[in-house]
């Protein structure tokens, strides 16, 4: 399981998962993709990441590519941020909707999707 923080939640979590299931848990940070690393390869990530998306979605992909979002900087040093981003360009070509760029716009974007799911919204 991969979450953004620990919070609140976690050890209530570890502990059930440890006591009841027998699953023996650990917690640790993942660290920031390195600019200068062979790893770092945020374009393909993010194209992958798209691929997936699209087919489990059932997007066509358009003739030109993915619009590939700038992903360059801190906003985008997790590979979380990355695939967040790839969902939202996926989800609003799907639906025709203006493109998210940024960090900040991708989370609002996927956001704002998810709370039409939400029972009080």
């Not at 848990?25 to 390869?41: G, I, K, R, Y």
Request: aromatic letters at 10%.
């Amino acid at each position: 399981m991969l979450a953004r923080s620990d919070g609140y939640w976690w050890p209530a979590l570890a502990d059930r998962a440890d006591s009841t299931l027998g699953v023996e848990v650990d917690q640790f940070a993942l660290p920031a993709l390195a600019a200068d690393s062979v790893v770092d390869d945020r374009p393909g990530l993010f194209a992958a990441a798209a691929h997936r998306f699209a087919v489990v979605l059932g997007v066509a992909a358009p003739a030109e590519g993915w619009s590939v979002p700038d992903l360059a900087g801190d906003g985008f040093a997790q590979v979380l941020a990355v695939h967040m981003a790839a969902l939202a360009v996926v989800d609003a070509a799907g639906r025709g909707d203006v493109l998210p760029g940024g960090p900040d716009a991708v989370l609002s974007y996927l956001l704002g999707r998810g709370q039409a799911y939400w029972p009080w919204a």
